[in-house]
């Protein structure tokens, strides 16, 4: 059973720094992975996705700059480290990961219905 476990999140003052980490246990993915978010009354939105070899990377505009995902030595962790955070950020942090060794559209990666495995989420906060 795929299992992805979602770690790192907290309350933190805007202009604040978290890591959040993903951990995937259940079989061994050669896959793309990537984070989404959920705040309270929105939809689920992309935030940033890396390849199976980290050569790729994506980030939603709004975070560019100051989020930066990569992937662990073992590949099936990845990371997410949130630096100078808005209270904008706040929301439920989700990883996932797909089936497919790697997206053949680039837009997939953005794309959640592309994702097949998700995580229980974490919560972020940013006070202002």
């Known amino acids: 059973q795929v299992q992805l476990v979602e770690s790192g999140g907290g309350l933190v003052q805007a202009g604040g720094s978290l890591r959040l980490s993903c951990a995937v246990s259940g079989r061994t993915f050669s896959s793309p992975m990537g984070w989404f978010r959920q705040a309270p009354g929105r939809e689920r939105e992309f935030v940033a996705s890396i390849s199976w070899t980290g050569g790729s990377t994506y980030y939603l505009d709004s975070v560019k700059g100051r989020f930066t995902i990569s992937r662990g030595n073992a590949k099936n962790t990845v990371y997410l480290q949130m630096n100078s955070l808005k209270p904008e950020d706040t929301a439920v942090y989700y990883c996932?990961?797909?089936?497919?060794?790697?997206?053949?559209?680039?837009?997939?990666?953005?794309?959640?219905?592309?994702?097949?495995?998700w995580g229980q989420g974490t919560q972020v906060t940013v006070s202002s």
């Open positions: 996932a990961t797909t089936e497919e060794p790697y997206f053949s559209d680039p837009t997939y990666a953005t794309d959640s219905r592309k994702y097949d495995y």
